[in-house]
């Protein structure tokens, strides 16, 4: 796996934290997730109206925060995961892969030459310390390529998915793959436990993490237990849910007996 925030999170802690982003895409919403210590943010692209160029603002607004910026593309297309990454990604994810020249394809269009096919943009000079040769080295060392596995076939084609040279890690899409499966939102259900299984099994005979969106700390901590090692906060469903909780709180301490 790349030596990146997100690799040392791993080492260190056995698991790394992030924060899966929909709907805050404001200029500074990296230094908010800094001060909340997060590891890393997964900028959405592929259910949201964000771009490149939506990107380039936030990924340039965030450096010196720490947080190690991934990407969620829509498909694994060359033009999609170039542009995020000379927008200032430093990570890839691309949904429902389910072969492994779709795996292929995602390295080879993340990597520079010898490793992939990506072609050089990079024209500010802050980030070619060394040269040329030492950029593209570093970038092919530290950015991450992460497969999305959420169908039938990606699972059945997993193994041959996880180790392609240069996926270094693998996410589940819970919903995609319960939906697909016939049983929607069943994560309990026997064919999705097993589907999950097999992955798991996958990814610990090949050495690469598996990451999955959260919704609180007993659902990290469960997923943690089974063998889940990134693990990221959906923006909504947390603002939501202390919003709620916090309402909650306030309107018991606020709300005045009745006198009759």
Not at 176 to 205: Q, Y
Request: with cysteine; glycine share 10%.
């Amino acid at each position: 796996m790349p030596d990146n925030v997100i690799s040392r999170a791993i080492a260190e802690r056995g698991v790394a934290v992030g924060a899966m982003l929909y709907e805050f895409a404001t200029p500074r919403v990296m230094r908010i997730l800094a001060a909340a210590g997060v590891d890393f943010a997964l900028f959405d692209l592929e259910h949201t109206a964000w771009d490149a160029g939506t990107l380039r603002t936030l990924y340039a607004t965030g450096l010196g925060t720490g947080v190690y910026p991934i990407t969620r593309v829509v498909r694994a297309q060359y033009t999609l995961i170039a542009s995020a990454l000379d927008a200032g990604s430093r990570g890839i994810m691309a949904p429902m892969l389910e072969s492994a020249d779709e795996a292929r394809l995602l390295v080879e269009s993340a990597k520079y030459p010898p490793l992939g096919k990506r072609g050089f943009g990079v024209i500010m000079s802050d980030e070619l310390e060394g040269g040329p040769a030492a950029m593209t080295e570093r970038a092919n060392r530290e950015n991450l390529v992460i497969a999305q596995i959420e169908s039938p076939a990606g699972i059945e084609n997993a193994d041959s998915i996880v180790s392609v040279p240069g996926v270094d890690a693998a996410w589940l899409g819970q919903f995609d793959l319960s939906l697909a499966l016939g049983i929607p939102g069943e994560f309990d259900d026997p064919l999705f436990t097993e589907a999950v299984d097999h992955l798991l099994d996958v990814c610990r005979r090949h050495g690469k993490p598996l990451g999955q969106m959260i919704s609180g700390t007993a659902d990290g901590a469960a997923l943690h237990a089974r063998g889940f090692r990134i693990l990221a906060y959906a923006d909504v469903w947390v603002f939501e849910n202390a919003l709620r909780a916090e309402m909650a709180d306030l309107r018991l301490a606020v709300t005045e007996p009745r006198s009759d």
